[in-house]
């Protein structure tokens, strides 16, 4: 599983990754985690606002801090 975090670094951006890798840790999923920097290709994924969440390619939640149920609930559909 691929899980990207699409932002510039910024503490919700952190925050983010760390609660994604929280819960895949929970779940004992392996994942992948991939930030995504570059303007560019966080446009190629047509969101609004960061920071966003990906998982598998699809994109879960942009421009806001999804719940730990809600990425939950994403990681395991996604398996």
Do not use: H
């Amino acid at each position: 599983m691929n899980i990207k975090i699409l932002g510039g670094g910024c503490p919700k951006c952190k925050r983010l990754e760390a609660l994604a890798r929280e819960v895949a840790g929970e779940l004992s999923v392996e994942a992948t985690f991939i930030k995504v920097k570059a303007m560019d290709e966080i446009m190629a994924y047509d969101i609004i606002s960061t920071p966003a969440l990906v998982i598998d390619e699809q994109v879960k939640a942009s421009g806001r801090m999804p719940r730990k149920d809600e990425i939950a609930e994403w990681i395991r559909t996604a398996q």
